[in-house]
C-alpha cells in the first residue's frame, strides 16, 4: 500500500488542524492504521492507532482529548483531527499501514513521507 500525508501547517497555539492520509495500491480496510510523530532531534513516537474497521481506537497520553484519528474505508482515507495545539506538538507527522494493532514503530509495514506541523507560541 502507499500513503500520501498531506494537511500539515503553520498554526498557533490552540489552534486546530486536520491531517489526512490517502491510501491506494492495496486493500486499504485490510491494515491497521496509525499516525506517528517526529520532532527534531527525538525518536519517532506513537500518536494514534485506529483498527481495520475504525471499531477501536487507542491515543497516546499526549494526545488524549485533544486528537482524533478516524478513518472512511470507502474513501481509503485516515484522518488525524489535531485540536488545542500545543508549540510541542511541533513535528513531522506520519501515517503508516500494518497487519498489527500496534503502537510500535517496526509493527508497521508502509509509511507516508510525513507531513510537518509547526506550532508557534
Known amino acids: 500500500v502507499q500513503l500520501q500525508a498531506s494537511g500539515g501547517g503553520l498554526v498557533q497555539a490552540g489552534g486546530s488542524l486536520r491531517l489526512s492520509c490517502a491510501a491506494s495500491?492495496?486493500?486499504?480496510?485490510?491494515?491497521?492504521m496509525a499516525w506517528f510523530r517526529q520532532a527534531p532531534g527525538k525518536e519517532r513516537e506513537f500518536v494514534a492507532v485506529?483498527?481495520?474497521?475504525?471499531?477501536?481506537?487507542i491515543h497516546a497520553d499526549s494526545a488524549k482529548g485533544r486528537f482524533t484519528i478516524s478513518r472512511d474505508n470507502a474513501k481509503n482515507m485516515v484522518y488525524l483531527q489535531m485540536n488545542s495545539l500545543k508549540p510541542e506538538d511541533t513535528a513531522v507527522y506520519y501515517c503508516?499501514?500494518?497487519?498489527?494493532?500496534?503502537?510500535?514503530?517496526?509493527?508497521?509495514?508502509?509509511w507516508g513521507q510525513g507531513t510537518l506541523v509547526t506550532v508557534s507560541s
Open positions: 503508516a499501514a500494518g497487519g498489527q494493532y500496534a503502537r510500535v514503530v517496526d509493527r508497521y509495514d508502509a
Open positions: 495500491g492495496r486493500t486499504f480496510s485490510n491494515y491497521n
Open positions: 485506529i483498527s481495520r474497521s475504525g471499531g477501536s481506537l
